[in-house]
C-alpha cells in the first residue's frame, strides 16, 4: 500500500483552498485503493479510511527531522512500509528514516545477526529494542529505589539505639581501664592484608558481541535518536558534535 501524498502548497495557500486541496488529493488515493480491494481482495482499516489520520502523519514527517518506525521482530519486512521511508525523502532529502526492530528478545543472537547483515547490505538504518526488557529494567529499577528508602528509614529509626548503645559500651572500656585503640592485630608487622580474590570464572566474563546485534535500552536508544537525526539546519556540524 502506498501513503497518500499531502498535495504541494505555500505561505500563499488559504486554509479553505489546502483543505480542498487535501481531499481531492485523499479521494483520488482512494479510487485507486477501490481498485487494489477489488483485484486482490485487499481490506482498509477505519483508519486509512479516515483523511484526518493521514493529515497527523503529513505534518508530523513535516516538522520530524528523524522518522521512525516501529516493526515486529518476528517479521520485520511484513510491517515495513518502504512507501513512507520515500515519501519521508520527497518532502525533506535531509530526513531521516530509522528501522526500530521491536520485540527483539524473541530472537536469537544468530538470527539478529542475520538481519544486521543483510540491513547493513540494503541501506537501511535499524536499531534493536525490546519493549518488555525496557519495562522489566524500569520495574527493577524502581524497586532498588524503594528498597533504598526502606533501608534508609530503619538506619535513621535504629541510629538513636546504636548511639546510646555506642556511649554504654565506651562507658563498660573505661572501667576496665582498656583502651579501645590499643587493639592487637593478627597481622604481624610488615604483613600486607590479603587482597580479595576475585572467584569470577572466565566463563562469566562478558562476551564482547557484534555492537549491530545488541537489545539497547531506553538510554541508549535516546541516543541513537540523537546521533542519527541530521543537525538543524543553519548550524555546522561541529556545534553538534557532543551529540554524536
Given amino acids: ?19 480542498r ?15 487494489l480491494q477489488e483485484n486482490n481482495e ?7 479510511r479516515n483523511l484526518e489520520v493521514w493529515r497527523q502523519l503529513w505534518r508530523v514527517i513535516e516538522r520530524s527531522d528523524l522518522v521512525v518506525q516501529i516493526v515486529d521482530a518476528r517479521n520485520p519486512l ?10 519521508v525523502h520527497e518532502v525533506d532529502g535531509d530526513k531521516t528514516n530509522l528501522l526500530l526492530i521491536n520485540k ?5 543472537p544468530d538470527q539478529r545477526r542475520i538481519w544486521a547483515e ?17 519495562w522489566e529494567a524500569m520495574e527493577g529499577q524502581e524497586k532498588e529505589r524503594l528498597e533504598e528508602e526502606e533501608e534508609e528509614e530503619e538506619e535513621e529509626g535504629a541510629g538513636g539505639l546504636e548511639h546510646q548503645k555506642g ?15 590499643s587493639g592487637s592485630s593478627d597481622l604481624a608487622e610488615g604483613d600486607e592484608p590479603e587482597q580479595e580474590i576475585n ?41 553538534t558534535a557532543t551529540l554524536t
Avoid: N
Fill in 21 to 35: 486541496l487535501e481531499k481531492d488529493a485523499f479521494l483520488a488515493w482512494r479510487r485507486g485503493l477501490a481498485e
Fill in 118 to 134: 543483510w540491513f547493513g547490505k540494503e541501506g537501511i538504518r535499524f536499531a534493536f529494542y525490546s519493549a518488555r526488557l525496557a
Fill in 167 to 181: 556511649e554504654r559500651l565506651v562507658g563498660d572500656l573505661d572501667d576496665l581501664s582498656i583502651d579501645p585503640g
Fill in 78 to 87: 511484513l510491517f515495513r512500509t518502504e512507501d513512507l521511508e520515500r515519501y
Fill in 199 to 239: 572467584m569470577k570464572s572466565s566463563t562469566e566474563v562478558d562476551v564482547v558481541t557484534d555492537p549491530r546485534t545488541r537489545i539497547l535500552t531506553v538510554h541508549e536508544l535516546q541516543a541513537l535518536f540523537l546521533r542519527e537525526s541530521p543537525p538543524p539546519k543553519g548550524i555546522s556540524l561541529s556545534h
Fill in 42 to 48: 485487499f481490506l482498509l482499516t477505519p483508519f486509512e
Fill in 104 to 108: 527483539a528478545d524473541l530472537m536469537t
Fill in 1 to 19: 500500500m502506498t501513503v497518500p501524498r499531502r498535495p504541494p502548497w505555500d505561505p500563499t495557500t488559504t486554509p479553505d483552498g489546502l483543505e
